[in-house]
């Protein structure tokens, strides 16, 4: 992940002082009413929380190496607060966000004065940070239990100076992309903006090494409602693109690294277009929507292939391929942000491992 030769910005890393939902209360869908709505009552909720210790706020600040476990995949990140204003900078969307989702998610934020979770970030990290990391994670964690979501939850906290000097001195060149969280990462700058004097001038982020424990890149599918196979074959003869009928999905699944896969309930196609070179989900959105004459805020997503073809007897499923990392970095440094929803990275930590409580500083 290179930048071009240029000053490079600063990532400002903060300890903080982590909340904490007791073990048994993680991977629990039932956690989350504490979060639910009217959020201007949230503060009062975890206060009564705290009084029946279901949560727990860590005594001091420290900068957390948090490892989780989830399906046979190891994840492991740095976890703590960066300072908004210092690292403006040098932290890369790549999807774009909807202002009105990122309006309202900032105002649920200031209501709730908590960061409920941390924006996942990924970086190539350096040696010594990794030996680091490391070194930390070679002693007993402070935390370690398999949470009602079986995901195996690991924790160690960093508190030492030396250690901490360290990290801010070898991250703060760092050049970081947002994985998951564009939306909390726009309405936090939303918050500290409005908010300028109060802790809202930094936000909670984990920082994944891609070189040590890489997320996985997956896609996100679309179905399009109120729309045909026949009326796409006619926008492609118009356009130029390969449009292909199939006799079955194993052919059309085929075809899906250089190629929509699309499908109406009952017939499967391909689409490619006439520009090989173009992004596929960018291409839908700039190009095929319009053409279809239909409109992104009425695309339903779908997070596996199997939710999208079961949701096909309402329009066309369209099925993507991952975007490469490669994709995701190009479009991170470009400024041409891919479209909402592009790209799905997991694992994603469980709800309720880390959190920031701002009325704690």
Same mark, same amino acid.
């Given at each position: 992940?290179?930048?071009?030769?240029?000053?490079?910005?600063?990532?400002?890393?903060?300890?903080?002082?982590?909340?904490?939902?007791?073990?048994?209360?993680?991977?629990?869908?039932?956690?989350?009413?504490?979060?639910?709505?009217?959020?201007?009552?949230?503060?009062?909720?975890?206060?009564?929380?705290?009084?029946?210790?279901?949560?727990? $706020?860590? !005594?001091?600040? %420290? @900068?957390?190496? /948090? *490892?989780? #476990?989830? =399906?046979?995949?190891?994840?492991?990140?740095?976890?703590?607060?960066?300072?908004? $204003?210092? !690292?403006?900078? %040098? @932290?890369?969307? /790549? *999807?774009? #966000?909807? =202002?009105?989702?990122?309006?309202?998610?900032?105002?649920?934020?200031?209501?709730?004065?908590?960061?409920?979770?941390? @924006?996942?970030?990924?970086?190539?990290?350096?040696?010594?940070?990794?030996?680091?990391?490391?070194?930390?994670?070679?002693?007993?964690?402070?935390?370690?239990?398999?949470?009602?979501?079986?995901?195996?939850?690991?924790?160690?906290?960093?508190?030492?100076?030396?250690?901490?000097?360290?990290?801010?001195?070898?991250?703060?060149?760092?050049?970081?992309?947002?994985?998951?969280?564009?939306?909390?990462?726009?309405?936090?700058?939303?918050?500290?903006?409005?908010?300028?004097?109060?802790?809202?001038?930094?936000?909670?982020?984990?920082?994944?090494?891609?070189?040590?424990?890489?997320?996985?890149?997956?896609?996100?599918?679309?179905?399009?409602?109120?729309?045909?196979?026949?009326?796409?074959?006619?926008?492609?003869?118009?356009?130029?693109?390969?449009?292909?009928?199939?006799?079955?999905?194993?052919?059309?699944?085929?075809?899906?690294?250089?190629?929509?896969?699309?499908?109406?309930?009952?017939?499967?196609?391909?689409?490619?277009?006439?520009?090989?070179?173009?992004?596929?989900?960018?291409?839908?959105?700039?190009?095929?929507?319009?053409?279809?004459?239909?409109?992104?805020?009425?695309?339903?997503?779908?997070?596996?292939?199997?939710?999208?073809?079961?949701?096909?007897?309402?329009?066309?499923?369209?099925?993507?391929?991952?975007?490469?990392?490669?994709?995701?970095?190009?479009?991170?440094?470009?400024?041409?942000?891919?479209?909402?929803?592009?790209?799905?990275?997991?694992?994603?930590?469980?709800?309720?491992?880390?959190?920031?409580?701002?009325?704690?500083?």
């Amino acid at each position: 992940m290179d930048i071009p030769d240029q000053a490079r910005p600063r990532l400002g890393l903060v300890p903080f002082r982590a909340l904490r939902l007791a073990d048994s209360r993680v991977g629990d869908p039932a956690s989350h009413r504490v979060f639910a709505r009217p959020y201007r009552s949230v503060p009062a909720r975890l206060r009564e929380w705290r009084r029946k210790r279901h949560l727990t $706020l860590d !005594s001091t600040p %420290a @900068i957390y190496v /948090h *490892e989780y #476990t989830s =399906a046979g995949v190891t994840i492991r990140g740095l976890v703590a607060t960066v300072d908004l $204003l210092e !690292s403006k900078d %040098a @932290i890369f969307p /790549h *999807e774009g #966000t909807q =202002a009105a989702q990122v309006e309202q998610l900032a105002g649920r934020m200031i209501e709730m004065n908590l960061n409920p979770a941390p @924006i996942l970030l990924m970086y190539r990290g350096t040696e010594a940070v990794r030996e680091l990391i490391r070194s930390t994670t070679a002693e007993e964690p402070q935390l370690v239990y398999t949470d009602r979501g079986s995901q195996l939850q690991r924790v160690w906290r960093i508190t030492d100076p030396t250690a901490i000097d360290l990290l801010a001195a070898q991250l703060a060149d760092a050049h970081v992309v947002i994985a998951d969280g564009h939306h909390r990462y726009a309405a936090a700058r939303q918050a500290w903006l409005q908010h300028p004097d109060s802790g809202w001038t930094r936000t909670l982020v984990m920082l994944v090494d891609q070189s040590d424990t890489p997320l996985q890149l997956c896609a996100i599918h679309r179905t399009v409602p109120r729309l045909s196979l026949d009326a796409i074959e006619k926008c492609a003869a118009r356009s130029g693109d390969t449009f292909r009928r199939h006799d079955s999905s194993h052919q059309a699944l085929a075809k899906l690294e250089h190629a929509l896969v699309l499908h109406d309930g009952t017939a499967w196609a391909t689409l490619a277009p006439a520009d090989p070179n173009e992004l596929l989900v960018t291409w839908l959105h700039e190009r095929l929507l319009p053409s279809w004459d239909r409109d992104e805020d009425k695309l339903v997503f779908h997070h596996s292939a199997t939710e999208a073809i079961e949701r096909a007897g309402l329009g066309v499923s369209v099925l993507l391929p991952a975007p490469t990392f490669d994709d995701v970095d190009r479009s991170a440094l470009s400024g041409h942000l891919l479209p909402h929803k592009a790209t799905s990275f997991q694992p994603k930590p469980h709800f309720g491992v880390l959190m920031r409580d701002l009325s704690d500083e």
